[in-house]
């Protein structure tokens, strides 16, 4: 069974966006891990080289470019290199995200320009990956999409995790990330191509320490605790299993939703976050 388990991808290709870093590289090296092929796209190539000199390190066949998944055209190159590395696209991970647009680590609203960038990487990010794919899914009448939401895109579970309103206009990126997944599972499941989400909890990546610091900056009674003890106060008190997940977690999540144990599940967005959020 493990070994069944190790090679659960093998004779699989996949892209992996937002991959030089953070959940992206998780994901990137659990599905290598597990027998795919991985084109590594990141907006900073350099990371995306990193990662998937780190799959190479490791026996796999990596290779990366640099794309900007909210440039259409930049995505839809990145593709197209991949499927002529590989000779076909079986995977798409489109899990290129951002928080905001910027200073997140001391504001306490959000700006116009958050909602604008939140939305062009976070929905049109995911639609742009999408189309970049799927032409040449539909055409093998075989793929798997999925696509990296948040459990924030769901239940609003009270108190902001910032302090103030910053974070607002990621949450409702996060939803529309979810009833896109939705939408386009209904669009591509006549050509057998499945789109599921997954929706992460807390972890201990970039992302956070920016909402670790912000909490730090607006709370006087935190002024004494480091970014990653109010990251572990937070998964202590927030998360039924108190710890927090890991990159890898998300990307086991993303290796079953991406193999043939997986053929029937779609439109589906599943919580990997400890039961934060239960639904
Ligand atoms: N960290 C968490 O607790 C958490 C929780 C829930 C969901 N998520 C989601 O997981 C995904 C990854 O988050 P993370 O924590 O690794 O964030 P991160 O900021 O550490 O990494 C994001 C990566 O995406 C890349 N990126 C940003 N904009 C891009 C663009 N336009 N085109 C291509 N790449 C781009 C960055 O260069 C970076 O490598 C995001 O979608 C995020 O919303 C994270």
Redesign the pocket.
């Known amino acids: 069974m493990a070994h069944r388990l190790s090679k659960q991808l093998a004779g699989k290709s996949a892209i992996v ?9 998780g994901i990137a090296l659990v599905l290598a891990e597990r027998g795919a092929e991985v084109f590594v ?4 190539a350099e ?1 995306a080289n990193s990662t998937a000199f780190e799959i190479r390190s490791s026996g796999g066949r990596a290779v990366a470019a640099a ?4 440039d259409p055209a930049s ?1 839809a190159q990145a593709a197209s290199r991949a499927i002529s590395e590989f000779g076909k696209l079986d995977v798409c991970v489109a ?5 905001d647009a910027g200073g997140l680590r001391e504001k306490y609203y959000y700006t116009d320009e958050d909602w604008d960038v939140t939305y ?3 929905v049109k ?1 995911l639609a742009n990956t999408a189309d970049a794919v799927r032409q040449h899914m539909q055409e093998r009448r075989q793929g798997r999409i999925v696509n ?5 895109g769901r239940t609003p579970r009270g108190p902001s995790l910032g302090v103030g309103e910053t974070i607002l206009p ?1 949450w409702v990126s ?1 939803a529309a990330a979810i009833q896109w997944t939705h939408l386009l599972a209904q669009q591509m499941a006549r050509f057998n191509v499945t789109v599921n989400a997954v ?10 320490e920016k909402i670790a610091a912000n909490q730090r900056a607006l709370s006087p009674d935190l002024a004494d605790k480091s970014p990653r003890e109010i990251f572990d106060a937070s998964v202590e008190a927030r998360q039924p299993i108190a710890r927090p ?1 890991t ?1 890898e977690d ?1 990307g086991r999540a993303a290796a079953f939703l991406a193999s043939d144990d997986a053929a029937e599940i779609t439109g589906q967005a599943l919580n990997v976050n400890g039961g934060a959020i239960m639904n």
């Open positions: 966006t937002g991959a030089g870093r953070g959940v992206g590289r796209t990141d907006l900073d990371t794309s900007d998944v909210t995505i899990n290129a995200g951002v928080i062009r990487v976070n990010g990296i939401a948040s459990h924030g990621y996060k929706c992460p909890g807390t972890l201990w990546t970039p992302m956070w997940q990159p998300i």
